[in-house]
């Protein structure tokens, strides 16, 4: 909002702010005043501290001046994310005033972490471990599952977990004529497999899977629910240019 619309908005809101000075009303009345000026309570969108230091700053800026160098459709962007036996809605309906509530498994179960690939043609080379992951299974993953699927000229994507950086998963890599390509720190906004774990986590907390093995149906079925449409969109909301 610039020029003319910008000072009508602001004298709007002044004008409301004036009027609740003079009624004297309390918080509650004053909140409603802005919402009449066109003011509304918003999510706060968060972020590490560490991204706004210089350092990881010029980290960054590098990062997105060199990526006209690279051909984003060859990206696969890797991560991992973990889930459980505990997943339900967040919202639910009930008479106004009253709360909705639902019983949820006290224990987790067994964690699982789902390891990942997004591509522009979707999300590929998946696999599920109980427990957290380390060294050793990411390579296993690298070699055996990601690795089939890679072609020269592709770029592996990865964030700077420290079990991503053990010594010998790039020539797992390279070996396939791939290359690994490091995100800068504290920047999970630059990859956009972490908005395909957003959605698959939607579908698990509709599915309310409650053992295991429903957990890994319920999983499969997250995947799947995952497009090539949804993972053009995500690239371009993270800003690599695909077609």
Not at 14 to 32: D, I, K, M, T
Not at 196 to 206: G, I, Y
Request: aromatic share 6%.
């Amino acid at each position: 909002m610039r020029g003319p619309a910008a000072r009508r908005h602001a004298r709007r809101v002044a004008r409301a702010v004036s009027r609740q000075r003079r009624a004297g009303g309390g918080p509650h009345h004053g909140l409603a005043g802005l919402a009449g000026a066109g003011f509304a309570a918003q999510k706060k969108s968060v972020h590490a501290a560490e991204r706004d230091t210089e350092r990881v700053k010029q980290l960054r800026r590098a990062f997105l001046e060199a990526l006209p160098d690279h051909d984003a459709a060859r990206f696969k962007f890797v991560d991992e994310t973990g889930v459980n036996l505990t997943y339900t809605r967040r919202y639910g309906r009930a008479v106004g005033g009253q709360r909705v509530n639902q019983a949820v498994p006290l224990h987790n179960g067994p964690n699982v972490t789902v390891i990942a690939a997004l591509t522009a043609q979707g999300i590929a080379a998946v696999m599920e471990l109980d427990g957290a992951v380390n060294a050793a299974s990411f390579a296993v993953y690298l070699d055996q599952v990601l690795g089939p699927t890679l072609v020269p000229g592709d770029v592996v994507v990865l964030d700077n977990l420290r079990v991503h950086k053990a010594a010998g998963l790039a020539e797992l890599v390279e070996k396939r004529g791939a290359r690994l390509l490091f995100l800068p720190p504290y920047s999970p906004d630059f990859t956009p497999v972490e908005l395909a774990f957003s959605k698959l986590k939607t579908s698990l907390r509709t599915a309310q899977a409650r053992t295991r093995e429903a957990l890994t149906a319920a999983l499969r079925a997250a995947l799947d629910w995952i497009s090539q449409e949804d993972a053009i969109n995500w690239f371009h909301h993270c800003g690599y240019h695909v077609h």
